[in-house]
């Protein structure tokens, strides 16, 4: 990785990182684009990582501002799968010829660290996935007896830099002050491949912010960084009818466009070159056209299409109108087979993980070793 925030032409500090978010000029957003796809091409290839996703359980106990799935709405269905329902799910990601999986869930006490080890370790032993994390905040307990269960990856937005911000859409539990970064440093020191990431839009997310959780993703050389535009989910204090009283002043407030969310992608590809940036499923519910194909010719090297089961998945709706909703995983691997041929991309074969070892050694997991 570059010692000086440069890529290239392109300096990354703080202030010329906010000026290319602001940039409208053709031209100049033509060189972002091109110089984002050099170094997508230069620093991981043409192959494209499929990661199956398994959304593991719609319970949260969160109250976070922006979430359809936040534990004050009332009157939602509520699943857990079971592990076998788990297990078939990866399965079928291995039959469709995805490296990894990743079990995703709202921040559920009912999926133990005991449930969690015992599904990774069944995943591990019976296919040769990859498999990440991302069940939200956890305890240092939880998160090591599924590192040692054989756990590769977890993923943990930080969801915006701006600590007001932060606090403001993501209130702590009572008594319990939410510190992302340090379980992100926490997960690193275990052994994870860890993730991040932020949605580009949220009301009270200003071009400084925006520029400041870009800066952020390089300092701590993540290894995973997903990026999409915040969707407003009615049954949610920013998505409702008050939403307008969170916005900043009009001239600071950042859109959650497809624009602004591609200039990001691109501009963190050129900070982290040779981190793995989804094409993600906000961005592409929201251009469902070519929102996938922008991304990935544009920094991004990795799709996440989901595998949970058609009536699992329906209930799990972080914001309405998702793409893909209803299509079974074949379809969406089929479909992602032509749109990725299209822009003359591959599918990657095998993990994917950023570093050539999947397993960084400073904890004993019982799988790898
Ligand atoms: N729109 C877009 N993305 C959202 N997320 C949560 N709610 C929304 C929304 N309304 C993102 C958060 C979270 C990830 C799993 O989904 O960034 O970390
Ligand atoms: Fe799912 Fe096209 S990617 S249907």
Redesign the pocket.
């Known amino acids: 990785m570059p010692s000086s925030p440069e890529s290239g032409s392109f300096r990354l500090d703080h202030a010329s990182l906010k000026a290319w978010l602001l940039e409208l000029d053709p031209e100049s957003l033509q060189a972002l684009w091109a110089e984002a796809d050099r170094v997508r091409r230069t620093c991981v290839g043409d192959a494209v990582h499929l990661r199956g996703l398994i959304e593991v359980s719609s319970h949260c106990v969160r109250h976070?501002l922006?979430?359809?799935l936040r534990a004050p709405s009332a009157g939602l269905e509520r699943y857990r799968m079971e592990a076998g329902e788990i297990l078939a799910c990866a399965h079928e990601a291995v039959r469709l010829g995805y490296g990894s999986v990743v079990l995703?869930g709202g921040e559920d006490p009912g999926l133990t660290q005991a449930f969690i080890a015992d599904v990774v370790r069944a995943i591990k032993q019976e296919t040769p996935l990859a498999v990440t994390l991302?069940l939200g905040e956890r305890s240092d307990a939880d998160l090591l007896a599924w590192r040692r269960a054989g756990a590769d990856r977890f993923l943990l937005?930080f969801?915006t830099s701006d600590p007001v911000l932060y606090r403001r859409i993501h209130p702590d539990l009572p008594g319990i002050p939410s510190d992302r970064f340090a379980q992100l440093r926490r997960m690193r020191d275990m052994g994870y491949e860890i993730g991040t990431?932020?949605?580009v839009g949220i009301p009270g997310q200003t071009w400084d912010t925006l520029a400041a959780d870009l800066l952020r993703f390089r300092e701590l050389d993540m290894d995973m960084i997903g990026i999409?535009?915040?969707?407003?989910?009615p049954r949610?204090p920013l998505?409702g009818a008050g939403a307008s009283t969170f916005q900043a002043p009009p001239e600071q407030q950042v859109p959650n466009d497809e624009l602004t969310t591609l200039k990001a992608v691109a501009l963190t590809r050129l900070a982290c070159p040779d981190a793995n940036i989804p094409s993600t499923t906000?961005l592409a519910t929201l251009d469902r056209a070519q929102g996938r194909e922008l991304a990935l010719l544009r920094g991004a090297n990795v799709v996440m299409p989901n595998v949970t089961p058609l009536p699992f998945r329906a209930l799990y709706e972080?914001?309405p109108g998702k793409a893909c909703l209803t299509e079974t995983p074949a379809t969406c691997q089929g479909c992602l087979e032509n749109r990725l041929r299209s822009i003359g991309r591959t599918m990657a074969k095998g993990p994917g993980g950023r570093k050539s070892t999947l397993c960084k050694d400073s904890v004993p997991c019982d799988f790898h070793h």
């Open positions: 976070c922006y979430c359809g995703q991302s937005r969801e990431g932020v949605m999409g535009p915040f969707l407003p989910s949610t998505g906000a972080i914001y």
